[in-house]
């Protein structure tokens, strides 16, 4: 009897493409962190990183990323941007399309957190990283998928929840690699072509922040709304309205 393994490899990730994100798809058992597999090379846009372990996973603002091996979809795309686009932005396309790729699979509504997390149950399943070198962008995401509740990290700024304990089962970790990569190709030429503000309905309409309190770098607010410039508009505590595009951001549990 065969015994079907759960594996990132590049066969079971290809099996799902079909789009031209994906090819063509590298995979290491294990690495240090699939951005660095891909940082510094010539790839072709649309060229993945994928694996079924990192020893050194990044998250944004330096934080780690860390899952047991095997449990993770932990994937980065290298992206070739036309210089007249804003940059930060590529955080919230890959907040999309995972949100996207989550519901996919869960057949629940995920929401985007500003600005690069993905929140399904009011827990986040997954994060965006977008790191740039000499105008080539590489977006590393990575999906809680499989991990039950005592493997997912603890101690971070955000509860952390995976697709399996929110839905009760496991689910196929390369099924949704393609899923992901589909729908981050649509998404982000959709951006090519018309930046942000193309994509504002389904961004703006998964706003997970939106009115609630939060903290910006220690300092209570209310959060307003993602912009359609993709930065974050919000109301101090001391009434003063501000327009942030980047910092730590946390909210009330
Ligand atoms: C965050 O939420 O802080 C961002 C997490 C990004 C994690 C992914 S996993 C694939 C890629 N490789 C990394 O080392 N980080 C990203």
């Known amino acids: 009897m065969s015994v079907a393994v759960d594996t990132l490899s590049a066969e ?13 798809c590298l995979y290491e ?74 519901e996919g699979a869960t057949e629940l509504t995920a929401q985007v957190k500003w600005p690069n997390d993905v929140m399904l149950n009011r ?34 700024p955000t509860e952390p929840g995976s697709l399996r304990t929110i839905t009760g089962r ?23 072509h018309g930046g942000l503000v193309d994509l504002y309905p389904e961004v703006g309409a998964r706003d997970f922040l939106r009115g609630r309190r939060i903290t910006v770098d220690g300092e209570p607010a209310t959060a307003l709304q993602i912009l359609r410039d993709g930065r974050l508009e919000l109301e101090t505590d001391a009434g003063v309205r501000r327009v942030i595009e980047s910092g730590d951001v946390r909210h009330e549990r």
């Open 170 to 192: 496991t689910h196929d970790r390369a099924a949704l690699a393609g899923s992901l990569l589909f729908r981050l190709e649509r998404i982000y030429d959709g951006w090519r």
């Open 12 to 24: 079971a990730v290809d099996r799902h493409v079909r789009g031209r994100f994906g090819k063509p």
């Open 123 to 156: 827990r986040k399943v997954a994060g965006v990283l977008a790191d740039l070198r000499d105008s080539t962008v590489v977006l590393g995401i990575g999906i809680n998928v499989n991990q039950t509740r005592d493997q997912l990290p603890l101690g971070g």
């Open 29 to 102: 058992p294990e690495c240090e962190s699939t951005q660095l597999l891909l940082l510094g090379s010539e790839l072709p846009e649309g060229a993945v990183a994928v694996t079924d372990h990192q020893t050194g996973g990044r998250g944004r603002l330096g934080r780690r990323w860390e899952e047991p091996a095997g449990t993770s979809l932990l994937l980065s795309v290298v992206l070739h941007p036309p210089p007249e686009r804003h940059l930060p932005e590529l955080t919230l396309v890959g907040a999309l399309a995972a949100a996207e790729a989550v």
